[in-house]
């Protein structure tokens, strides 16, 4: 299959399938960028379900949420196995051709996309795999079905590399949420996913081996003169006293300190003109001021366990919370982390308003409905940047937001009556925004009187590692992240919890990835990491709210019979609008049958619930008794039956043909009947669907034929 690309290739698991395809332009060498220019777009298939798209064109759109995950976790695995030097564009496209309820997609895209790139020509310097892992009633679960997904207190996706003759293993990718899991639980988990990693790993270099004709090609490297090289090593000589200076200057925040490095490299540049008359080009000179800028963080930490804003590598920056900002909001909260600034919203709306997936994405298990929701915006101004034309949600700020959000569900109670919308908006950013809004969302929701299980915190921890001229691997570890050091380092590791256990985590490297010793390491540390958090955010608030701010709905759900449901969401819930319309309060029909109402405030509920009770007596008759007969006036002959009047003010009832008589009748007219005449009835009670009442006459004169009919015989 597409012989065409570069490399290609299908991964099959049962009746589920996923082709990954591999392209790269190694022949037009960019410039020198220090960022390899990978794409990665994984597409859903609705073909691939045997379905057809619901939307008007009924065809794939473009990418949904879940597509943008997807891609983000095959790219974040993928990224740490080219080599440093690839600066070529390359693409990876992952496309499903079969699922069923049993196939897990990323997975089985990742693998793919790994088995293309080793029988294509672009170089990587290992091979990544990829598992998922379940926690169920305490077993653990390798690559479990959706079911078990579903049941899982724990949903672990993991990446890795394994270097099978010197037995050194990587972790290179984690995705996870899960109920507060224990840091011993958590690695036990790791492990039993990373012997599932080693057996795909071990059968894509057996594949490799055994295609004709893969050879990894010589790509064109970034090549400078001997003169050129010497006149750099001048430039950077000539810099890195001056960045040291100016990262070390504890006077410095952020933006200060990055307009000082920009008018340095600017200012040294402009100096060395002429003695690189022949190379003009200002931004690779740039390029190379931050490589230097870069290299001389990495030292500090490394060689003199120092940071640029003067803290120890176990530090946190100062915290400072602000909660209840507005009174008009149901819950509001301000984190900020040094120069990381995130304020959180909470809005109270009817269960209606809960995120309800497309029907591809439910099939595919991707996607579930959820009352509470977390959205997360990043805008320019957060880094002193000016807006890009037709600017939307990025797959940055998707991915964050996915992110807060699992930190948080797991912890928000299942039976709250109310759908959550928790706004998270940066507004200032210089470090890990999506830790600093789990912060700010765990806070906001205190606030509005949410009882969370447990309150979450959350934490970024980098690394730094080299390799001595021995080959020994040097490293430190770092809490709490600034975004320069995340931009100097080799990992960026996100994660949430509460006290407990971890509930979210993201790891990215940039490194050849993480052994198990490293791991572990950063586990601990980011335990510790987010115990200080939560020390500091009980400062704030201790506890939620005892009650609802005045401002949130009232939200109640009432039992209705059958029929009375009916009048209420009848052509097109023509009378739960109306009552809407009049009183402001919103009704909505939950699955099993109950009415939630949700009310601005306490009058608007009781002017609905009077409302709705004079509708419905309004639309209801005066109660009859099962099975008695009633004397009933005809006030209209129709084609299918007459309409009578028992009881004088009562609405007419409907006696259709089938219950005139015991006979077959065409038209109720050949029965003689005449608008005036009163005709014996007998009451049969409600339609339990319609609420119609049920009138019968067939009955009635059935017994009397059988009755005349013994009379005449007597005679």
């Not at 390491?521 to 005045?550: C, T, W, Y």
Request: hydrophobic letters at 40%.
């Amino acid at each position: 299959m597409a012989r065409l690309a570069d490399g290609s290739a299908v991964v099959y698991e049962g009746n589920n399938a996923v082709l990954a395809t591999v392209t790269s332009k190694m022949k037009a060498m960019g410039s020198h960028t220090g960022f390899l220019p990978l794409s990665v777009d994984f597409k859903q298939s609705a073909a691939a379900l045997g379905r057809i798209p619901t939307n008007y064109l009924r065809r794939e759109m473009s990418s949904s949420d879940v597509d943008i995950l997807y891609s983000r976790i095959i790219d974040r695995s993928i990224r740490p196995t080219f080599p440093k030097d690839f600066f070529f564009d390359t693409q990876i496209m992952c496309k499903p051709l079969s699922l069923d309820e049993t196939g897990d997609p990323v997975v089985l895209g990742l693998n793919a996309a790994s088995t293309a790139l080793a029988i294509s020509p672009v170089p990587v310097l290992r091979t990544v795999a990829a598992s998922r892992v379940a926690l169920v009633d305490g077993k653990i679960i390798v690559n479990p079905n959706r079911d078990q997904r579903k049941a899982s207190k724990l949903d672990l996706l993991l990446a890795g590399t394994a270097d099978l003759e010197q037995k050194d293993y990587r972790v290179t990718m984690i995705e996870m949420d899960g109920h507060q899991i224990d840091m011993e639980t958590l690695s036990e988990c790791i492990k039993h996913g990373f012997h599932e990693i080693i057996k795909i790993i071990t059968a894509i270099e057996e594949l490799r081996c055994k295609v004709p004709d893969v050879k990894k090609e010589k790509y064109e490297k970034f090549h400078i003169s001997p003169e050129f090289k010497a006149v750099l090593e001048q430039f950077t000589d000539m810099i890195e006293a001056r960045i040291r200076f100016i990262l070390l200057d504890g006077m410095l925040d952020k933006q200060k300190r990055d307009e000082s490095l920009i008018r340095t490299g600017k200012d040294v540049i402009r100096f060395m003109k002429d003695e690189i008359a022949e190379y003009t080009n200002e931004d690779f000179m740039m390029e190379i001021f931050w490589l230097t800028v870069r290299r001389v963080i990495r030292q500090l930490v490394l060689e003199e366990r120092k940071r640029v804003d003067g803290r120890t590598l176990t530090e946190f920056r100062k915290i400072n919370i602000e909660v209840d900002m507005f009174k008009k909001l149901h819950g509001s909260a301000l984190f900020t982390r040094g120069q990381s600034q995130v304020m959180a919203t909470v809005t109270f709306d009817s269960p209606q308003a809960a995120f309800r997936p497309d029907a591809i994405a439910e099939l595919l298990g991707a996607q579930e409905m959820k009352k509470f929701m977390l959205h997360y915006e990043f805008p320019p101004f957060a880094t002193n940047e000016l807006p890009k034309a037709g600017r939307g949600s990025s797959r940055r700020e998707i991915g964050h937001g996915i992110l807060a959000e699992k930190a948080l569900k797991h912890m928000v109670p299942k039976e709250f009556p109310y759908a959550i919308r928790l706004a998270c908006q940066v507004l200032e950013s210089a470090g890990s925004t999506s830790m600093a809004s789990a912060c700010a969302g765990s806070l906001a929701l205190y606030d509005a009187g949410v009882e969370l299980e447990n309150p979450v915190g959350g934490v970024a921890i980098g690394m730094i590692q080299e390799k001595d001229n021995s080959g020994n691997e040097k490293y430190e570890i770092l809490t709490d992240i600034l975004g320069i050091e995340d931009f100097a380092g080799d990992m960026d590791f996100k994660m949430a919890g509460t006290q407990i256990g971890f509930t979210a985590m993201q790891l990215d490297v940039k490194s050849s990835g993480l052994s198990m010793d490293q791991l572990t390491k950063s586990l601990s540390r980011g335990q510790s990491g987010i115990d200080h958090v939560l020390d500091e955010m009980n400062k704030a608030i201790a506890k939620p709210r005892a009650q609802f701010k005045p401002t949130v709905p009232i939200i109640e759900t009432i039992d209705l019979i059958s029929y009375k449901r009916m009048l209420l969401f009848k052509n097109g819930a023509q009378n739960a609008k109306l009552i809407e319309a009049e009183t402001g309060v919103k009704l909505h029909q939950e699955l099993d049958g109950s009415v939630v109402l949700l009310a601005p405030n306490k009058e608007k509920m009781d002017a609905a619930k009077e409302y709705m009770k004079n509708l419905l007596e309004e639309q209801t008759d005066t109660q009859l008794d099962y099975g008695g007969i009633y004397k009933a006036e005809i006030v209209e002959i129709l084609e299918h039956g007459v309409l009578v009047t028992i009881k004088k003010g009562v609405r007419p009832m409907l006696i259709n043909n089938n219950n005139l008589s015991s006979q077959r009748v065409a038209h109720a007219s050949a029965l003689g009947f005449e608008i005036g005449q009163q005709i014996h009835v007998q009451y049969l009670g409600r339609d339990s669907e319609t609420g119609q009442h049920r009138l019968s006459r067939k009955l009635l004169q059935a017994t009397n034929l059988r009755t005349q009919s013994f009379l005449d015989d007597k005679k």
